[in-house]
């Protein structure tokens, strides 16, 4: 039974670093089975977001919900395991492991398991291979994983997220640094996991993809939202060209 509501939603919520004031009583709402977007200029606050919604940092102040259910005291391995995924800006794979070996790495608690990634079960590698498959990558199973291109690398940690099944996915910059021949498989494998019942939540700085994927789009400046709508609005509202595109 799908629980009534939004998948998450953020209320109130307040992160300060010393005298800044990096998350500013936020709210933001991400609807079951969309692509919403979070943008917004270099330093307003969306990586620190991403990691209170994750618990990869405590919220000062505010509710975050996620399924019907208060998340924003819980470990980011009970929010993991909740089905809450995420991946990060810069890569974190294990570049002398091999790919499929990153795939099966994290455990279901959101931890990786580093030491003993040669131990999987037959079931897990067959998983971990058949995700391989749905980024297009099954061909680089067995090799190192810092063989790979920068964006390749991007589309393994999102099959590593997507071992451990989740509803919501945030991912932090997709599209930074992958070359651009990579950008249309990307968008693509996000499109057929969103038709396949994965919800996104994507902050990104290529406002042309971001336009071109994602709907509805959140826009952020300092530390709070200050417009949303589809992205043919959001394209033409002054407010956002005055405070982000415009500059
Ligand atoms: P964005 O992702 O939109 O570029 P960030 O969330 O990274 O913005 O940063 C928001 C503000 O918080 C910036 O002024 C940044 O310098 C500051 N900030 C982010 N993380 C920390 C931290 N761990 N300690 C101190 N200040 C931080």
Redesign the pocket.
Known sequence: PVTPGPLLEVRGVSKR??G?V??DNADLTVERGSITALI????????????LITGN?PVDSGTITFNGKRIEKLAPWTRGHLGLGRTFQVTRLFKDMTVLQNVVAPLPDGRLRTMFADAVSGHEAARARDLLGVVGLARFADQRAGELSYGQQKLVELAQVLMLSPELILLDEPAGGVNPSLLGRLTGVIRELNQAGVTFLV?EHNIPLVLDLCDPVHV?AR?SCIASGPPQQIREDPVVLDAYLGD
């Open positions: 670093f010393g800044l990096a998350v917004g200029p270099n330093g307003s606050g969306k990586t620190t977001l991403f990691n940092m902050v952020f530390g």
